[in-house]
Protein backbone atom coordinates (compact mmCIF):
# COMPACT_ATOMS: atom_id res chain seq x y z
CA UNK A 1 0.00 0.00 0.00
CA UNK A 2 1.75 3.75 -0.76
CA UNK A 3 1.46 6.38 1.28
CA UNK A 4 2.71 10.13 0.87
CA UNK A 5 2.52 11.24 4.56
CA UNK A 6 2.87 15.08 5.16
CA UNK A 7 4.53 16.68 8.42
CA UNK A 8 5.89 20.21 9.71
CA UNK A 9 3.01 22.55 8.63
CA UNK A 10 1.55 24.72 11.27
CA UNK A 11 1.15 28.32 12.45
CA UNK A 12 3.60 30.17 11.97
CA UNK A 13 4.27 34.85 12.13
CA UNK A 14 5.26 36.49 8.43
CA UNK A 15 8.84 36.50 8.17
CA UNK A 16 9.31 33.03 9.25
CA UNK A 17 9.92 29.23 8.10
CA UNK A 18 8.91 25.73 8.08
CA UNK A 19 10.00 22.75 6.64
CA UNK A 20 7.46 20.45 5.20
CA UNK A 21 8.47 16.60 5.10
CA UNK A 22 6.65 14.14 2.77
CA UNK A 23 7.55 11.10 3.71
CA UNK A 24 6.59 7.84 1.43
CA UNK A 25 6.02 4.26 2.13
CA UNK A 26 5.53 1.57 -0.57
CA UNK A 27 7.02 3.47 -2.87
CA UNK A 28 10.53 4.43 -3.55
CA UNK A 29 10.58 7.92 -4.36
CA UNK A 30 13.82 8.37 -6.62
CA UNK A 31 12.09 7.06 -9.44
CA UNK A 32 9.11 9.39 -9.06
CA UNK A 33 8.93 13.26 -10.00
CA UNK A 34 8.11 15.03 -6.86
CA UNK A 35 5.79 17.80 -6.42
CA UNK A 36 4.51 20.01 -3.81
CA UNK A 37 0.85 21.82 -4.57
CA UNK A 38 -0.86 24.11 -2.30
CA UNK A 39 -4.75 24.77 -2.01
CA UNK A 40 -6.34 28.01 0.00
CA UNK A 41 -9.60 28.54 0.82
CA UNK A 42 -11.69 29.34 -2.21
CA UNK A 43 -8.63 28.97 -4.93
CA UNK A 44 -7.51 26.13 -7.22
CA UNK A 45 -4.94 23.70 -5.83
CA UNK A 46 -1.62 25.00 -8.04
CA UNK A 47 1.98 23.91 -8.27
CA UNK A 48 4.18 25.16 -5.81
CA UNK A 49 7.70 23.22 -6.64
CA UNK A 50 8.62 20.44 -8.85
CA UNK A 51 11.81 18.04 -8.67
CA UNK A 52 12.07 15.94 -12.03
CA UNK A 53 14.73 13.21 -12.22
CA UNK A 54 16.06 13.73 -8.84
CA UNK A 55 18.00 16.84 -10.06
CA UNK A 56 16.05 19.47 -11.71
CA UNK A 57 13.72 21.84 -10.14
CA UNK A 58 11.22 24.13 -10.70
CA UNK A 59 8.78 26.74 -8.56
CA UNK A 60 6.00 29.30 -9.19
CA UNK A 61 6.73 32.44 -9.42
CA UNK A 62 5.44 33.73 -6.12
CA UNK A 63 7.60 31.42 -3.91
CA UNK A 64 11.28 31.52 -5.81
CA UNK A 65 13.87 32.41 -4.02
CA UNK A 66 12.01 31.51 -0.76
CA UNK A 67 11.19 27.71 -1.29
CA UNK A 68 13.20 24.95 -1.90
CA UNK A 69 12.44 21.44 -2.77
CA UNK A 70 14.87 18.35 -1.99
CA UNK A 71 15.25 14.99 -1.39
CA UNK A 72 16.90 12.51 0.90
CA UNK A 73 17.19 9.22 -0.68
CA UNK A 74 17.84 7.30 2.30
CA UNK A 75 15.20 8.22 4.15
CA UNK A 76 12.64 7.95 0.87
CA UNK A 77 11.38 11.45 1.82
CA UNK A 78 11.55 15.06 0.07
CA UNK A 79 10.95 18.27 1.85
CA UNK A 80 9.76 21.87 1.07
CA UNK A 81 11.78 24.55 3.07
CA UNK A 82 9.59 27.47 3.15
CA UNK A 83 11.69 30.71 4.70
CA UNK A 84 10.47 34.34 4.32
CA UNK A 85 6.76 33.00 4.76
CA UNK A 86 4.20 35.88 3.50
CA UNK A 87 0.37 35.60 4.59
CA UNK A 88 -0.80 34.78 1.07
CA UNK A 89 1.63 31.78 1.57
CA UNK A 90 -1.24 30.45 3.85
CA UNK A 91 -2.98 27.14 2.29
CA UNK A 92 -2.88 23.53 2.56
CA UNK A 93 0.25 22.02 1.20
CA UNK A 94 0.17 18.59 -0.80
CA UNK A 95 2.68 16.15 -1.28
CA UNK A 96 2.35 14.31 -4.82
CA UNK A 97 4.25 11.79 -6.63
CA UNK A 98 3.81 10.93 -10.00
CA UNK A 99 5.68 8.46 -12.77
CA UNK A 100 4.81 7.30 -16.02
CA UNK A 101 4.69 3.58 -16.46
CA UNK A 102 3.27 1.99 -19.78
CA UNK A 103 2.50 5.26 -21.46
CA UNK A 104 0.34 6.29 -18.15
CA UNK A 105 0.63 8.59 -15.43
CA UNK A 106 0.50 7.48 -12.19
CA UNK A 107 -0.13 9.92 -9.37
CA UNK A 108 0.11 9.36 -5.61
CA UNK A 109 -1.03 11.75 -3.06
CA UNK A 110 -0.51 12.94 0.63
CA UNK A 111 -3.07 13.76 3.16
CA UNK A 112 -2.78 17.43 2.97
CA UNK A 113 -0.86 19.86 6.03
CA UNK A 114 -2.06 22.75 7.00
CA UNK A 115 0.63 25.84 6.71
CA UNK A 116 -1.11 29.23 8.49
CA UNK A 117 1.00 32.53 8.08
CA UNK A 118 -0.41 35.20 10.40
CA UNK A 119 0.97 37.33 13.16
Known amino acids: QVQLVESGGGLVQPGGSLRLSCAASGIILTIYDMGWYRQAPGKQRELVAT???????NYLDSVKGRFTISRDNAKNTVYLQMNSLKPEDTAVYYC?????????????WGQGTQVTVSS
Open 96 to 108: NARRLRAGVWRDY
Open 51 to 57: LISGSST
